[in-house]
């Protein structure tokens, strides 16, 4: 895409957005959520962003936990892109730790949350 021979070509075969995106979609998450009409979205994170709404009464709260539980199951592909999948594979993993020690709601799950970012601030990889 970042070619000029790239950009002719799309130009040139008229190459739409969706055909784009659907040979992404293997190797891109948000591509394939577009493709597949957002799996992801509607199946996993949204469901679990209104329990956790419900549950905790604190919108920012359930928006954390709804970003912990999608990232615990599904690797960030901007991070694998970035650095590497077992490094996106290590943050989902982590992600999933803290969700097991209660996350937000917990002072295990707080303090494994706050390492998860002033890891990732020190490193620049999340």
């Not at 948000?30 to 199946?43: A, G, H, M, Q, R």
Request: hydrophobic share 35%; net charge neutral.
């Amino acid at each position: 895409m970042n070619s000029l021979d790239s950009t002719r070509r799309i130009r040139d075969e008229s190459i739409t957005l969706h055909q784009i995106f659907k040979i992404a979609s293997t190797y891109d998450t948000i591509c394939s959520e577009w493709v597949n009409n957002y799996p992801v979205t509607f199946d996993l994170a949204y469901p679990y962003l209104a329990e956790q709404t419900r549950k905790t009464k604190d919108t920012s709260q359930a928006v954390i936990e709804a970003f912990l539980k999608v990232l615990a199951e599904h690797p960030d592909t901007f991070i694998a892109r970035k650095t590497s999948l077992a490094r996106a594979k290590e943050v989902s993993s982590k992600a999933e730790h803290i969700l097991e020690l209660g996350s937000l709601e917990t002072p295990l799950g707080k303090k494994a949350s706050r390492s998860l970012t002033e890891n990732s601030d020190r490193k620049a990889t999340f």
